[in-house]
């Protein structure tokens, strides 16, 4: 199993940043995709922005052009940086990894979630 500790979370203003850091540890021999999700409430959970170990990246309409995610393979980290909030933005920001265990296989991983509070 993977283990994703979310960090960054928060409220802000409309028009403010944030930083979401995502840190895996757990044994497993590399991971193939990491990025975000995010659920607002009442709502299904969305994909926000994904990235490969090579650093290709696919992101939701609705974040394009406002949000970045990066990866650190070094520290099996992921990062999203998030400008020009919106209130539309608020919701749990949850990361994911699909990676390759050294006991379950291929498997996918999610965090405990980091709330993000766009509101003035």
């Known amino acids: 199993q993977v283990q994703l500790v979310e960090s960054g979370g928060g409220l802000v203003q409309p028009g403010g940043s944030l930083r979401l850091s995502c840190a895996a540890s757990?044994?497993?021999?590399?991971?193939?995709?990491m990025g975000w999700y995010r659920q607002a409430p009442g709502k299904e959970r969305e994909l926000v922005a994904i990235?490969?170990?090579?650093?290709?990246?696919r992101y939701a309409d609705s974040v394009k052009g406002r949000f970045t995610i990066s990866r650190d393979n070094a520290k099996n980290t992921v990062y999203l940086q998030m400008v020009s909030l919106k209130p539309e933005d608020t919701a749990v920001y949850y990361c994911?990894?699909?990676?390759?265990?050294?006991?379950?296989?291929?498997?996918?991983?999610w965090g405990q979630g980091t709330q993000v509070t766009v509101s003035s």
């Open positions: 990235i490969t170990t090579d650093g290709s990246t």
């Open positions: 994911y990894a699909d990676a390759l265990t050294v006991v379950a296989g291929r498997r996918n991983d």
């Open positions: 757990g044994s497993f021999f590399g991971i193939y995709l």
